[in-house]
């Protein structure tokens, strides 16, 4: 009875639920440990490497072979920076804004589609782009643009959305021969040891900080990494692709929610129309096919 009831489509939309609250945790959790962006990512994947390599290791799957490791590890770059800018623009934007910016993967997913794999787009990717960059205007205020002068962290945020599309391009098909476990554990290893070299480079301590913000780096990394990708992964072998990539929408929601409960952020009209439009664009977007 179990294991039907953990086969079910309803299990698998209650995991894909819960993996999207705990995502949207992320910047709430990045936000209170206010930590530097490269020291914040790096935790976030450690706690998250001591959590799934023993599970990958109980489960006795094959590593990958070799032009797979090659992909996850240039994927797992992609991916890497993608934390640096986002986690560190976290600390000079509102979470929400953070969190909306970077959820505009799908749209450079299509733009490196159209021009490097000459991909015909449909017209509901082009209406999804429209109302997105509509959104994003609105977000980033015209006053923005009349004196050139944006906020560094929405942009970050912006750059960090186009590394995820990158991540996502070069791993699609990995992916489809490699098991969830077995790639996650590669690509938070691979991870681990650039984002280690990263806070070396910039000369950024891993200790010495307080007991709040331990408890926030553990926590991005056991619940926002490795519960929340785990399951949303999981959902992803069971649900369609289509319904789980706009479920994850979701997870702008939850971080805009918390952030004014629990870090007293404000959002205006202007936040919440303009990001109404940006995830309207995105899920249009998402309605065309996945990464090429």
Not at 10 to 36: E, H, M, N, R
Request: proline fraction near 3%.
């Amino acid at each position: 009875m179990f294991t039907r009831l953990r086969n079910s489509p309803a299990f698998a939309l209650i995991a894909l639920i819960f993996g999207v609250v705990c995502i949207g945790f992320s910047a709430i959790f990045v936000k209170i440990a206010d930590v530097p962006g490269t020291i914040s990512s790096f935790y976030r994947l450690f706690f998250a490497a001591i959590a799934i390599i023993p599970v990958w290791l109980y489960l006795g799957h094959k590593a990958p072979g070799s032009r797979d490791l090659l992909l996850i590890a240039v994927g797992s770059l992609f991916f890497a920076i993608d934390f640096l800018l986002w986690n560190s623009a976290i600390l000079i934007t509102t979470a929400a804004m953070a969190t909306l910016l970077a959820n505009n993967a799908p749209l450079w997913v299509g733009l490196i589609a159209l021009t490097v794999f000459r991909e015909k787009l449909p017209g509901r990717f082009w209406f999804g782009l429209l109302v997105s960059m509509i959104g994003l205007n609105i977000l980033i205020g015209l006053q923005a643009w009349r004196t050139m002068e944006f906020n560094l962290g929405d942009i970050m945020s912006l750059a960090a959305s186009f590394f995820y599309a990158l991540y996502l391009v070069f791993t699609i098909d990995v992916r489809k021969r490699v098991d969830t476990v077995t790639f996650m554990t590669f690509s938070v290893v691979f991870m681990v040891v650039m984002v280690f070299l990263a806070n070396l480079a910039a000369g950024h301590p891993f200790t010495g900080y307080s007991s709040r913000t331990w408890s926030a780096l553990i926590a991005m990394g056991l619940i926002s990494h490795f519960g929340g990708w785990l399951a949303i992964n999981y959902a992803l072998g069971h649900l369609k692709g289509a319904n789980v990539s706009v479920t994850l929408l979701g997870q702008a929601v939850v971080t805009a929610i918390m952030g004014v409960i629990i870090l007293g952020e404000n959002l205006s009209l202007r936040h919440v129309l303009g990001g109404l439009l940006v995830l309207t664009g995105v899920y249009f977007v998402n309605r065309r096919t996945k990464a090429p």
